[in-house]
């Protein structure tokens, strides 16, 4: 069998054992790109509060939580305001399950809470990322992530004297039948798509990376439970003393430790990076004396560092405005429909032909026909006979 044939088979094989996968994974990446504008135009009373004049202080806040849920075991600023009129969101863990608890944050009332992976955005999330199969699926998800990869290079090399041609708009679109419409289709959005599949499919592969190394799978003993950490510091004061320790951050995050000894940490992002993990950045203080203990900041790192950073945004597209949300969500749905196209091209390809239609007796054959088609042999003892016509 020749290479270009084999190639062409693994190209397909590819497509088909992960269409139907991929149709899921496309779709819910593809809603996900929104996931804030969803998430506020679904939930506007929960997330959204009217403005007022000045916020509490975040340790209002943090006892206000600590008090409306007495049986938590531990309580975190899970997703700071970062615009007036935002609701700060709590996470709140309590008798094994894991609560987001939002509240208004100019007059400390909770507004309200839903448990994790209950609601629209935070389903869809584990769908793309699990397939709500926890470790069994993450490993599926990255094994997709490298079939993707394989299709797109075997692709590449199918198509390769086309790409150009595409990419100058040399090839036109013919719709004589859907056979040749569907191959049109899978040549030019295969390759319009190729860089950004590319993109998608070795950044998502990295971040489900984990769960090959054995560090995923060692068992550790168990925290005890313990009550939610009584703060002695200022969280505002700690907030100030980061934005000094990183000029320009933006604090996202905040994590409490489970015992009076233990760290702060501070999690957030910087302006004109937007490309580097919004949380990535980190000034951790000491719980007791609120002295700074380490800073990390992703714009010190090496390049290396600064790229691992970016594979969030690069994957979900929520390092740009509406524009690039669009092209993420357009984009991020090909690999779909090009499992689609591929597997109409593979079933017409594998489909058995029909028999040529016999010529009935006494059709007529004209001149110019003879030259194309070639005329059934004569019988022994036939004579010949010039054509009619």
Same mark, same amino acid.
């Given at each position: 069998?020749?290479?270009?044939?084999?190639?062409?088979?693994?190209?397909?094989?590819?497509?088909?054992?992960?269409?139907?996968?991929?149709?899921?994974?496309?779709?819910?990446?593809?809603?996900?790109?929104?996931?804030?504008?969803?998430?506020?135009?679904?939930?506007?009373?929960?997330?959204? #509060?009217?403005?007022?004049?000045?916020?509490?202080?975040?340790?209002?806040?943090?006892?206000?939580?600590?008090?409306?849920?007495?049986?938590?075991?531990?309580?975190?600023?899970?997703?700071?305001?970062?615009?007036?009129?935002?609701?700060?969101?709590?996470?709140?863990?309590?008798?094994?399950?894991?609560?987001?608890?939002?509240?208004?944050?100019?007059?400390?009332?909770?507004?309200?809470?839903?448990?994790?992976?209950?609601?629209?955005?935070?389903?869809?999330?584990?769908?793309?990322?699990?397939?709500?199969?926890?470790?069994?699926?993450?490993?599926?998800?990255?094994?997709?992530?490298?079939?993707?990869?394989?299709?797109?290079?075997?692709?590449?090399?199918?198509?390769?004297?086309?790409?150009?041609?595409?990419?100058? *708009?040399?090839?036109?679109?013919?719709?004589?039948?859907?056979?040749?419409?569907?191959?049109?289709?899978?040549?030019?959005?295969?390759?319009?798509?190729?860089?950004?599949?590319?993109?998608?499919?070795?950044?998502?592969?990295?971040?489900?990376?984990?769960? *090959?190394?054995?560090?995923?799978?060692?068992?550790?003993?168990?925290?005890?439970?313990?009550?939610? *950490?009584?703060?002695?510091?200022?969280?505002?004061?700690?907030?100030?003393?980061?934005?000094?320790?990183?000029?320009?951050?933006?604090?996202?995050?905040?994590?409490?430790?489970?015992?009076?000894?233990?760290?702060?940490?501070?999690?957030?992002?910087?302006?004109?990076?937007?490309?580097?993990?919004?949380?990535?950045?980190?000034?951790?203080?000491?719980? #007791?004396?609120?002295?700074?203990?380490?800073?990390?900041?992703?714009?010190?790192?090496?390049?290396?560092?600064?790229?691992?950073?970016?594979?969030?945004?690069?994957?979900?597209?929520?390092?740009?405005?509406?524009?690039?949300?669009?092209?993420?969500?357009?984009?991020?749905?090909?690999?779909?429909?090009?499992?689609?196209?591929?597997?109409?091209?593979?079933?017409?390809?594998?489909?058995?032909?029909?028999?040529?239609?016999?010529?009935?007796?006494?059709?007529?054959?004209?001149?110019?026909?003879?030259?194309?088609?070639?005329?059934?042999?004569?019988?022994?003892?036939?004579?010949?006979?010039?054509?009619?016509?």
């Amino acid at each position: 069998m020749k290479s270009g044939c084999k190639l062409f088979q693994i190209h397909s094989l590819l497509g088909l054992v992960t269409g139907a996968l991929l149709l899921v994974i496309s779709l819910s990446g593809a809603v996900l790109v929104f996931e804030r504008e969803i998430d506020h135009a679904l939930n506007p009373d929960l997330l959204t #509060v009217p403005t007022a004049r000045q916020r509490l202080p975040l340790n209002h806040l943090y006892e206000q939580t600590v008090k409306s849920y007495p049986r938590a075991e531990s309580v975190r600023f899970r997703r700071l305001p970062q615009e007036r009129g935002e609701a700060p969101e709590m996470n709140v863990a309590q008798e094994g399950r894991y609560l987001l608890v939002y509240l208004n944050p100019y007059t400390g009332q909770v507004i309200g809470q839903r448990q994790r992976y209950t609601f629209l955005i935070d389903w869809l999330l584990r769908l793309h990322y699990s397939l709500f199969m926890g470790t069994p699926g993450e490993i599926v998800v990255a094994l997709l992530a490298v079939a993707l990869m394989g299709s797109m290079a075997t692709g590449l090399i199918i198509y390769r004297k086309y790409l150009l041609k595409v990419l100058l *708009f040399r090839v036109p679109l013919v719709g004589k039948n859907w056979r040749v419409l569907s191959s049109g289709l899978h040549r030019i959005v295969g390759v319009w798509s190729l860089l950004f599949n590319l993109l998608i499919a070795i950044t998502g592969f990295y971040m489900l990376y984990p769960v *090959f190394t054995p560090a995923h799978y060692r068992q550790e003993e168990p925290e005890p439970v313990t009550r939610p *950490f009584t703060l002695s510091l200022s969280l505002d004061e700690l907030i100030a003393a980061s934005h000094r320790a990183i000029p320009g951050f933006m604090p996202r995050s905040i994590s409490l430790p489970a015992r009076a000894d233990g760290l702060i940490d501070i999690y957030g992002s910087v302006p004109g990076y937007l490309l580097l993990n919004p949380y990535g950045n980190q000034v951790t203080f000491d719980a #007791v004396t609120g002295s700074v203990r380490e800073v990390y900041d992703l714009r010190r790192q090496s390049f290396l560092t600064q790229l691992e950073s970016a594979s969030g945004p690069l994957h979900f597209g929520y390092y740009g405005g509406t524009t690039v949300k669009i092209l993420y969500a357009l984009l991020g749905l090909t690999p779909a429909f090009l499992s689609l196209t591929g597997g109409l091209l593979w079933w017409r390809r594998k489909r058995p032909k029909a028999p040529a239609a016999r010529r009935t007796k006494g059709q007529q054959v004209s001149p110019q026909d003879t030259g194309r088609r070639r005329l059934p042999a004569l019988r022994p003892g036939e004579e010949k006979r010039p054509l009619a016509g």
